[in-house]
């Protein structure tokens, strides 16, 4: 009966020729219409561009420079010059305290941190190494692991023995002390380090993003060699092997257009996984380096200020609250978009 | 089954040997660091950077290295900190070992209870606007970062309403052993328990959840309606217990890696002195002898918890057996 009524409400339309529509088409259709997941997408991009806003932000509204330490500075709070790092205040009356939050986007919206600079600006800028963290080591994990994914699960055999056993003993490391493990021997040394040609400053974001997408890559090639033992004995692919396709063409343009769909599932995750990772590694001391900071690092410098400044440990965890969140429910919208009858199985 | 138990434990004991090896390459051959600097903290003496390279034979083979470095972990168990006044490491983390057990078993008391309520009362309330409530709740709690929580929480907890009767009970942050004070181990351990918990919660109560819903629709639950058996009994006896197949093998495997030092953040904020709390200072002092032993220790838990629920599993479930 069902059938019939879907029928009746489609309407008459006999002339009209069926549309052939590519999966991708439907996808992002299905996607579109998904007004929940429109909106976590929203979200995600305007924190993306506020981040992106950051150095205009510190130049044109706040007029601070928020890296260097401003013990001496001055702001103004309703029409009065006041000192930003302020003589007793807090509970205990002892020492200086960072001047509060004034709710006043261009003087120290969120107040100061303990050694006086911009919270307000610091946030956006700690926003671009987390993103750029996060989105950077998502992408390298989700590469890497595909990579690995397809020559695994295309020369089977002992190839594959070997590469899902390498997986398997990353994947019995405990997350976060694999991470501590690599970052506190790299850490000791402060001049940076030289791979070959390479030379990377301990400072640098790419050791916390390289860090993390190593320490997931098992989580990601897990499905994706899944879905491609699913695909690899398909009869497209027989088909092409008999037209001659060597290995390189099997693998490019047979099997990998099948398992992207996967990959692009697990992508959203991912990141919010990864950004995660970065703030928790960073709160540890163990993720992103000074100079340059991240919602983590905040985090931890205000955890000092807890009780009499919280605001410097509160806002950048909503900030991270609100990516992740966007981020999990976006890749709730696209799991259900790219696969309609996923059960709900990929948890980040 | 037996062939499988020892299949499934010689493939342990083969993890376990690459475990020890990578941890090696870690921390005495990363490429363009010299290891007895590394290992001896900060600003060494030359005395002392002498010692670690008898002690480690680092002018030796590599073989005659990886042995002396397994040695001095598990059979002399002489790891020494050269960061915190010589004191031998594999002791003292046995010795935090139960404030971490506490603050896990508690936790995933805790933790269990809530996401099978929230799994089934979603499940059960699908179609009313508690659903996508219950889910949404359950995202967040999954989306928050766990240490941020635990800063939230010791904020309200500590300070901003510590003084009223809603939480004048809480003690201040630390950890006190259950033998020595019960009562105050309790009521200093509540706090952490539910930071620790809220992550789970979500995570295993969306899992239950479409685990509920896909069950439903089994041949054997409409069976088991047709033979006229209470809803409730459905639900208990034949939804649910197929349910929690999932379930169960993520909670080893969740369990397992905070006990190895998952829960190290949690410990952190709230001050608790348990294995995670030991690698986190460990690090602020570049002590690497104890992360060297906590990673190793940390590693091996896990696997063998892993093997347990592996071989628990092909128990429960036949069909597993031959892979």
């Not at chain 1, 700690?126 to 992408?139: C, D, E, F, K």
């Not at chain 1, 001049?191 to 990601?220: C, D, E, K, M, R």
């Not at chain 1, 966007?326 to 199985?345: E, F, I």
Request: proline letters at 6%.
């Amino acid at each position: 009966m069902a059938t019939l009524l879907e029928q009746a409400e489609v309407g008459p339309e006999p002339t009209s020729a069926v549309v052939g529509r590519n999966p991708w088409a439907l996808a992002g259709r299905r996607l579109r219409r998904n007004r929940i997941a429109l909106a976590a997408l929203a979200l995600f991009l305007l924190i993306v561009v506020l981040s992106l806003a950051a150095p205009l932000y510190a130049k044109y509204v706040a007029h601070v420079n928020p890296f260097p330490p401003n013990l001496n500075g001055h702001t103004v709070v309703n029409g009065k010059v006041v000192a930003v790092m302020q003589q007793g205040g807090g509970t205990l009356h002892l020492g200086e305290t960072p001047i509060g939050p004034t709710w006043d986007l261009g003087h120290y919206f969120l107040g100061a941190d303990s050694v006086g600079r911009d919270v307000g600006a610091l946030l956006l800028y700690g926003g671009r190494s987390s993103l750029l963290v996060g989105i950077g080591s998502a992408v390298l994990c989700c590469l890497a692991a595909t990579v690995v994914a397809l020559i695994a699960g295309f020369f089977g055999g002992v190839v594959d023995a070997v590469l899902s056993r390498i997986m398997d003993v990353i994947w019995a490391f405990p997350v976060y002390l694999l991470a501590i493990s690599i970052s506190t021997e790299l850490l000791t040394h402060s001049n940076g380090f030289q791979f070959g040609p390479l030379h990377v400053s301990a400072s640098s974001l790419w050791l916390p993003a390289v860090i993390i997408a190593f320490i997931f890559v098992p989580y990601v090639y897990r499905p994706v060699r899944g879905q491609v033992l699913a695909v690899v004995n398909k009869e497209f692919v027989e088909a092409s092997v008999a037209q001659g396709a060597g290995n390189m063409r099997l693998i490019f343009s047979e099997i990998l257009p099948n398992v992207v769909s996967t990959v692009i599932v697990l992508l959203p995750l991912m990141v919010a996984t990864t950004i995660l990772t970065e703030s928790a590694l960073s709160f540890l001391s163990v993720g992103v380096q000074p100079p340059n900071v991240s919602w983590g690092t905040i985090i931890q410098d205000g955890t000092s200020l807890l009780y009499t400044r919280p605001w410097v440990s509160i806002a950048p965890g909503i900030m991270i609250l609100l990516t992740v969140l966007s981020l999990n429910v976006l890749g709730d919208g696209v799991r259900d978009a790219l696969d309609p009858r996923a059960k709900l199985r990929i948890e980040g | 089954m037996l062939t499988f138990i020892i299949r499934r434990l010689l493939w342990t004991v083969l993890v376990l040997f690459v475990i020890t090896v990578v941890v090696f390459i870690i921390f005495f051959k990363t490429p363009g660091v010299d290891p007895a600097r590394a290992i001896a903290g900060r600003n060494p003496s030359a005395q002392v950077l002498q010692e670690i390279r008898e002690q480690f034979g680092l002018n030796k083979p590599l073989p005659v290295q990886y042995l002396l470095m397994m040695k001095s972990i598990f059979i002399s168990r002489d790891l020494v900190s050269y960061s915190n006044q010589g004191v031998k490491v594999v002791p003292e983390i046995a010795a935090a070992t139960p404030a971490t057990l506490s603050l896990v078993f508690g936790a995933a008391l805790i933790w269990v209870v809530m996401a099978i309520a929230v799994g089934v009362a979603a499940a059960l309330l699908r179609g009313t606007v508690f659903d996508p409530l219950l889910m949404v709740l359950a995202l967040i709690g999954v989306s928050a970062p766990v240490f941020w929580v635990g800063e939230v929480a010791n904020l309200i907890t500590q300070g901003t309403w510590h003084d009223t009767f809603l939480f004048s009970w809480v003690p201040p942050l630390g950890y006190t052993p259950l033998t020595q004070n019960p009562g105050l181990w309790f009521r200093g351990l509540v706090i952490p328990w539910i930071t620790l918990s809220i992550l789970y919660i979500g995570l295993y109560g969306r899992v239950l959840r479409a685990n509920i819903l896909e069950t439903q629709n089994e041949d054997f639950v409409r069976t088991a309606r047709a033979k006229g058996i209470s809803e409730r009994q459905v639900l208990l006896r034949h939804t649910l217990r197929t349910s929690m197949i999932t379930f169960v093998s993520l909670f080893g495997l969740d369990f397992g890696a905070l006990v190895a030092g998952g829960a190290l953040l949690i410990e952190v904020v709230f001050g608790i002195h348990g294995v995670g709390y030991l690698t986190y200072q460990a690090l602020a002092n570049l002590d690497l002898p104890t992360i060297m032993a906590t990673v190793v220790y940390g590693a091996f838990f896990i696997v063998l918890v892993n093997a347990i629920v592996d071989i628990g599993y092909a128990w429960l479930d036949p069909r597993i057996r031959p892979t």
